[in-house]
């Protein structure tokens, strides 16, 4: 009987065809946030559909809404991909989920490489989407078609759903998804997203848990117009000095955030989860020199994880409306705006903690007493995400990485957002897990983002593995 050894073993043989087949879906320049690139987005749709159906996938483009430019013109939104592969009713169905769309890039951004040409150095594969996410999406698909060459059985039904505006927002895809709730998505068992990255460079880890957001702005108006200082300097008040002050009063030094409230809506951390951060393996001077800072708030290896992904964190983001060119240009702004976010934790409402904001921020400007015009503007909010660890799907995923590689994963969480987790959650019922194959240094959205070979190939390996595992559910 064919099992995990001859799957494997193919995997390594095709390694080449698998790296040409990524090769194909980088150099298609799906930059969803580029009107232009509209056309190249629905390209790429287009392109994995047929690479689905070579599998036998039966796939249906959902068609999508309209957005809406800045410049008042509207366009379609790129359709969304769902596909199926199996329908025995005797089998349990996983969900998988990825998105087609890529970040911008330009060589002139700080490129070393032509970011549409998959580029081999080092055992490193560099690219737009190399890792994010094309790299996992195609994954997927390498898994599947060396098991359909050892004739082996797929032991369960396979959904696919496959977007091209996560890197816009997801537009549409909530509603799609809603409407769909009881048809398409209504036998899920399990979803799975291939969507986030290990902790650090060798060890690979299940993801279980991603903090939410909410967005704010906080407006100073002093005039009707831009003033110019050596004409009215001194005469009035300083619309910057005002923004500086009260975004400078939203956090401590170590980044402790002071808005009143937001401490008492955090989940208390339990002895058993303070234990499995304990487990994680975590180098804090390797983190350090990763990212080049000479010191973080805190030493502590667990503290700093917690920090990362189970408290809240409050950052500052840039202000718009003041000057920010090169050189010297002396003018006061008749308007400036302030932008910040915070990362939320299981707990925090963002209403509650819309809430808390708008208060803290609108008694420290009575506080200012200054005579301009203040405004607060909660932009987005979106709740974190958290599934239990210990079901029997994350066992299956972490019985894969132990075939794979041979060492039990750590369980980690994330700080970042990725709200159509949520929505998987919600809308089966059913268990959602995050299986990263790519590492911490994979750069995605920066300049030379890449995955390397043996993650891509030892990720195949990996999906194919829990396919199997599932199968024993």
Not at 338 to 362: Q, W, Y
């Amino acid at each position: 009987m064919t099992g995990y050894d001859e799957c494997a073993s193919l995997i390594e043989k095709k390694k080449i065809p698998f790296i040409e087949r990524l090769r194909h879906a980088v150099e298609i320049k799906s930059v969803s946030n580029d009107p232009a690139a509209r056309k190249e987005v629905c390209r790429m749709i287009d392109w994995t559909q047929k690479e689905l159906e070579k599998l036998g996938t039966k796939c249906e483009q959902i068609k999508n809404g309209k957005q809406k430019l800045q410049n008042g013109e509207e366009i379609d939104l790129p359709p969304v991909l769902f596909g199926t592969l199996g329908n025995d009713k005797s089998k349990k169905t996983l969900l998988v989920y990825g998105h087609l769309d890529v970040q911008p890039a330009d060589k002139s951004d700080g490129w070393n490489t032509d970011p549409f040409k998959l580029i081999e150095i080092d055992g490193k594969l560099y690219g737009r989407g190399s890792t994010d996410d094309k790299g996992p999406v195609m994954a997927w698909i390498n898994a599947i078609e060396v098991m359909q060459e050892l004739k082996m059985d797929i032991p369960i039904n396979i959904k696919f759903v496959l977007e091209g505006m996560e890197e816009s927002g997801s537009e549409g895809l909530d509603e799609i998804l809603m409407k769909h709730k009881d048809s398409f998505l209504s036998d899920v068992d399990f979803t799975c997203i291939s969507d986030n990255y290990w902790l650090g460079k060798t060890k690979p880890c299940i993801t279980y848990g991603l903090r939410g957001i909410c967005y704010y702005c906080v407006e100073v108006k002093v005039c009707k117009q831009d003033l110019h200082s050596g004409v009215f300097g001194g005469t009035v008040h300083d619309g910057m000095s005002d923004l500086c002050w009260i975004l400078s009063q939203l956090t401590e030094v170590d980044g402790t955030i002071k808005i009143n409230g937001l401490k008492e809506m955090v989940a208390p951390v339990t002895d058993e989860e303070r234990a499995l951060y304990e487990k994680i393996d975590f180098d804090i001077n390797e983190y350090k020199n990763d990212i080049k800072v000479e010191k973080l708030t805190t030493e502590d290896k667990v503290k700093v994880l917690m920090n990362r992904w189970r408290f809240p964190s409050l950052s500052v983001h840039g202000v718009e409306g003041a000057f920010s060119g090169p050189g010297a240009k002396t003018v006061i702004p008749c308007k400036v705006k302030g932008k910040f976010s915070i990362r939320i934790v299981e707990g925090m409402e963002p209403e509650a903690v819309d809430k808390c904001v708008t208060d803290h921020l609108n008694n420290l400007w009575s506080q200012r007493k200054s005579p301009n015009h203040f405004s607060v503007h909660p932009l987005q909010g979106s709740l974190a995400w958290v599934a239990d660890y210990n079901h029997p799907h994350y066992q299956a995923g972490a019985a894969a990485i132990r075939k794979v590689y041979g060492v039990e994963p750590d369980y980690t969480r994330e700080g970042c957002s990725i709200p159509v987790t949520l929505t998987f959650q919600e809308l089966t019922q059913k268990n959602v897990m995050l299986l990263p194959i790519g590492a911490c240094d994979d750069m995605a959205h920066s300049q030379n983002e890449k995955i390397n070979v043996s993650n891509y190939i030892e990720g195949t390996k990996v999906l194919a593995a829990y396919l199997m595992e599932l199968g024993k559910l």
